[in-house]
């Protein structure tokens, strides 16, 4: 089955400049994470989706977005850019989210922001 | 605050002997804890889990330590193989919410 789709790949943006990022999960997945991935910070979460509702968030500025529609695909959005949003960002789908075990996740190849 | 630790940045070893990569956690609510696997262009995956209910969890030539005393897990490949190679992250959660990931080891494994 297809694995975890994100788009873009790639991206370049300039300072001030705002930023929709897509996520389709794994077919039957109802939760999806977001994660930013920095060379100084490694992997750090920024909000879980779970049935179309923000179940958790991480220790980011409100600029920092997200929502889920009912096929369960996700969309962040990051707004007034600065250059430290420069980053991978990697979204991560599982069956039913947290709450049941491990709760492993399944990730994509991730959207390459640069901000200049 | 940085709640999962990897102190060893890289790691180096040679094909057929034992690859060690080490963990270290802050917070004692963490009830289950996960070893993820990147290659470069490539998102992380999943390689082992281990619930804080055991000390010890095997998956072919990777097992996984805890010792909740100490805080502290271990990731065991046994033997390493050039194909090994990638970036290794310890992962800890309580009851599988948000994830925390440690920054990482990039092991290399040489013929």
């Known amino acids: 089955k297809a694995g975890v789709t994100q788009t873009p790949r790639y991206l370049i943006k300039t300072r001030g400049q705002q930023v929709t990022l897509s996520c389709s999960p794994i077919s039957g997945h109802r939760s999806v994470s977001w994660y930013q991935q920095t060379p100084g910070q490694g992997l750090q979460f920024l909000f879980e989706y779970f049935s179309e509702t923000q179940r958790n968030k991480g220790n980011f500025p409100g600029r920092f977005s997200g929502r889920q529609f009912s096929n369960s695909r996700s969309e962040m959005n990051v707004s007034t850019l600065e250059l430290g949003d420069s980053a991978l960002y990697l979204c991560?789908?599982?069956?039913?989210?947290?709450?049941?075990?491990?709760?492993?996740?399944?990730f994509g190849a991730g959207s390459r922001l640069t901000v200049l | 605050d940085q709640q999962v630790k990897q102190n060893s940045p890289s790691l180096s070893v040679q094909e057929g002997r034992i690859s060690i990569l080490n963990c270290d956690y802050t917070?004692?609510?963490?009830?289950?804890f996960l070893w993820y696997k990147k290659y470069p262009a490539e998102g992380p995956t999943f390689l082992i889990s281990?619930?804080?209910?055991?000390d010890k969890n095997e998956d072919g030539r990777f097992t996984v330590f805890l010792n909740k005393s100490a805080k502290h897990l271990s990731l065991h490949i046994v033997p390493s193989q050039p194909g090994d190679s990638a970036v290794y992250f310890c992962a800890a959660s309580f009851s599988g919410y948000a994830l925390n990931f440690g920054k990482g080891t990039s092991l290399l494994v040489t013929p």
């Open positions: 917070n004692s609510m963490f009830d289950y």
């Open positions: 991560a789908s599982s069956l039913v989210g947290g709450g049941a075990g491990a709760n492993v996740l399944t």
């Open positions: 281990i619930s804080s209910i055991k």
